[in-house]
């Protein structure tokens, strides 16, 4: 069963339970984040997106503190899979189980576009199996926040130790200071912490995951998240 948090101003939170459920056919649910723990049968947690505590201090800066967290983070330090989109990427770097930070976008602008290209860089279980290292996905973003910052040192590092998961890229794949919508450093779209189990990423994937509505592409990471949930069983 996939745990799907719920803080107050999440508003994507059914729309991933939605793509999980009843598009990707994996059990989800969501939990209310004053639960001091997960549901026993919990095999993956989602950090959906939206505006957490109405972002009024820092984006997820506030949501860090939900008693949930505190579950959440005895789940990863155990190798459970925990995936944070948009809003969830900002709690997971607050909570200091993804380094950086977001800040701003560039423009200072809010952006909604439903046809960002990503390039996959690390191609590996659980969040990427079902893709091949190069690959571009067409996937929505729609965040204020979203530009990823980290010290230039810090981001060689990731870089070196395969921890950059996705970048902004053109559709052909190249990665571009055009191709860059919010100003993240690196192009970065998404990363995962050292052991590989924990990954945030501003897109949103649960908004790809059907051809009528925005494409598929999603369901590429998605389903590579519940395929490894299988196999751990």
Known sequence: MFAVLQF??????????????????A??????????????????????????YGDYLRCGAMARFSPIMTAVKRFADVGGPVLGTCNGFQVLCEAGLLPGALLRNRDLAFICDDAQHVRVERASAPFTSRATAGQVLRIPIKHGEGRYQLGPEEVARLDAAGRVVLRYCTPGGDVTEAANPNGSVANIA??????GNVM????????????????????VLLGSLIDFVGARR
């Open 8 to 25: 107050p101003g999440s508003n994507d939170d059914r729309d991933m339970v939605f793509a999980m459920k009843a598009v990707l056919g």
């Open 27 to 52: 059990e989800s649910r969501l939990v209310w984040h004053k639960d001091s723990e997960l549901p026993a049968d919990t095999r993956g947690v989602l950090l959906p997106g939206g505006f957490s």
């Open 190 to 195: 998404g990363i995962c912490n050292a052991a």
């Open 200 to 219: 945030g990423l501003m897109p949103h994937p649960e908004h790809a995951v059907e051809g009528l509505t925005g494409g598929s592409d999603g369901g």
